[in-house]
């Protein structure tokens, strides 16, 4: 069975400081694993994934993340948090062997403090 | 280049009342899907469809159909709607491969 933890629903960060939102995964067989950002009354929006190769990776808006496969974990990052970077974030994990299912965390509230 | 657009943005229903969620999308992909969201739950898939034509079940299909007609467009219909499926129900594309998803912007629908 595939399944995706967020283990934090909130997360409170000062402005400035470094950010780290947390996600645990647990599929069958290799993961193809995505982080996406969702702001108020809006829908999803993708920052970045991981495939293959280099075990961290950058995407949008500064925000990078960390794949470590012993730890089955994907959790994403930023060196210097903003106020505008306050929103809900989703990791979501897909099975390279199980079609095209994507299955997502329950979601991480993040606050930046002024 | 609209996207992914939903409609409509918001809808009230009485219980037992029927109604239908409609996507489009003008980028071309492949696979449509369709989610709710509920406060705790992140988002859970309903139905997908990998390509026109298709149709598969998620893991909450119960008290749904979907119709995926043309490769533009995909419908979410609830034909007896009951106060549990009051949610914010997002349509979502992706090209094929292992490319990510593109969302719309939402629906929220309130069952009485």
Same mark, same amino acid.
């Given at each position: 069975?595939?399944?995706?933890?967020?283990?934090?629903?909130?997360?409170?960060?000062?402005?400035?400081?470094?950010?780290?939102?947390?996600?645990?995964?647990?599929? &069958?067989?290799?993961?193809?694993?995505?982080?996406?950002?969702?702001?108020?009354?809006?829908?999803? #929006?993708?920052?970045?994934?991981?495939?293959?190769?280099?075990?961290?990776?950058?995407?949008?808006?500064?925000?990078?993340?960390?794949?470590?496969?012993?730890?089955?974990?994907?959790?994403?990052?930023?060196?210097?948090?903003?106020?505008?970077?306050?929103?809900?974030?989703?990791?979501?994990?897909?099975?390279?062997?199980?079609?095209? #299912?994507?299955?997502?965390?329950?979601?991480?509230?993040?606050?930046?403090?002024? | 280049?609209?996207?992914?657009?939903?409609?409509?943005?918001? #809808?009230?229903?009485?219980?037992? #009342?029927?109604?239908?969620?409609?996507?489009?999308?003008?980028?071309?992909?492949? &696979?449509?899907?369709?989610?709710?969201?509920?406060?705790?739950?992140?988002?859970?898939?309903?139905?997908? &469809?990998?390509?026109?034509?298709?149709?598969?079940?998620?893991?909450?299909?119960?008290?749904?159909?979907?119709?995926?007609?043309?490769?533009?467009?995909?419908?979410?219909?609830?034909?007896?709607?009951?106060?549990?499926?009051?949610?914010?129900?997002?349509?979502?594309?992706?090209?094929?491969?292992?490319?990510?998803?593109?969302?719309?912007?939402?629906?929220?629908?309130?069952?009485?």
């Amino acid at each position: 069975a595939q399944s995706v933890a967020q283990p934090e629903d909130q997360v409170n960060v000062a402005e400035g400081n470094p950010l780290t939102v947390k996600c645990t995964y647990s599929v &069958s067989g290799n993961p193809y694993l995505f982080w996406y950002v969702q702001y108020p009354n809006r829908g999803l #929006q993708f920052l970045l994934k991981y495939i293959t190769g280099d075990n961290l990776v950058k995407g949008s808006y500064g925000f990078e993340a960390e794949f470590n496969k012993s730890q089955t974990s994907f959790h994403l990052k930023k060196p210097s948090a903003l106020v505008s970077d306050s929103a809900l974030y989703f990791c979501a994990v897909r099975d390279r062997s199980a079609g095209n #299912q994507f299955y997502f965390g329950t979601g991480t509230s993040l606050t930046v403090i002024p | 280049n609209a996207g992914v657009t939903q409609t409509p943005k918001f #809808q009230v229903l009485k219980t037992g #009342q029927s109604m239908t969620l409609q996507c489009a999308q003008d980028m071309n992909h492949n &696979s449509m899907y369709w989610y709710r969201q509920d406060p705790g739950m992140g988002l859970r898939l309903i139905y997908y &469809s990998a390509s026109e034509g298709t149709t598969d079940k998620g893991e909450v299909p119960n008290g749904y159909n979907v119709s995926r007609l043309n490769k533009r467009e995909f419908s979410l219909r609830l034909e007896s709607a009951a106060p549990s499926q009051t949610s914010v129900y997002f349509c979502a594309t992706r090209l094929e491969g292992i490319t990510e998803q593109y969302f719309g912007p939402g629906t929220r629908l309130t069952v009485t």
